[in-house]
C-alpha cells in the first residue's frame, strides 16, 4: 500500500474534500478499513499511532452516520406524501393511510402492505411494539416512491 494506491481508491469512489463531511485523513482511513486493512498497518503508513487511527475511524463513521441521518431529515421534509402516524395507530393500518395519500398525491409506492409494514417497524425500531405504535411517525414517500420514516414530535 502506498500513497497512489489510498489516492485511486478515493477517486474511485468518488471522493471529494470540498464535498464531503468527511476530512480527506478519514476518507484514507475509511477507505483502507473497508478493504480490511488493520488499523495498525494504517497508523504505520501514516505515520501515527494505532489509537490515532482509531480515533479518527470512529469520528469518520460518526460523520457519516450524521450525513446519512440528515438526508433522511431532508428527505423527509421534501418528500411529496407525508403521513402523520399518531401514537397508538395499528401499525397494519399504516399500510392504507399511506396507499390513500400516495394515491392522492399521484405517487406510487413500490411495496406491498406486509412490506412497508416492515419497513415502517425496522426503520421505527423501539416506537413501535408488537403492532401498536407507540411514538409519533412521520412516514414520507418520494417523488420516486422511496418511503422514509422519522420519529416524530
Do not use: W
Request: aromatic share 4%; glycine share 6%; with cysteine.
Amino acid at each position: 500500500m502506498d500513497e497512489q494506491d489510498v489516492t485511486e481508491i478515493l477517486e474511485q469512489a468518488g471522493f471529494a474534500p470540498d464535498e464531503s463531511v468527511l476530512t480527506h485523513r478519514q476518507a484514507e482511513v475509511l477507505a483502507l478499513r473497508e478493504r480490511g486493512v488493520r488499523q495498525s498497518d494504517i497508523a504505520d503508513f501514516l505515520g501515527t499511532s494505532r489509537a490515532n487511527v482509531s480515533s479518527i475511524e470512529a469520528s469518520a463513521r460518526d460523520n457519516v452516520a450524521k450525513a446519512r441521518e440528515t438526508v433522511a431529515f431532508a428527505e423527509a421534509l421534501t418528500a411529496p406524501v407525508r403521513v402523520e402516524v399518531p401514537e397508538g395507530t395499528d401499525l397494519y393500518d399504516v399500510p392504507k393511510q399511506v396507499y390513500d395519500a400516495c394515491d392522492a398525491a399521484g405517487v406510487k409506492v413500490n411495496h406491498t402492505a406486509p412490506d412497508l409494514m416492515k419497513i415502517v417497524s425496522d426503520a421505527a425500531g423501539d416506537a413501535i411494539r408488537g403492532r401498536e405504535v407507540r411514538v409519533p411517525l412521520l412516514v414520507g414517500v418520494t417523488s420516486e416512491g422511496a418511503v422514509r420514516v422519522r420519529r416524530s414530535t
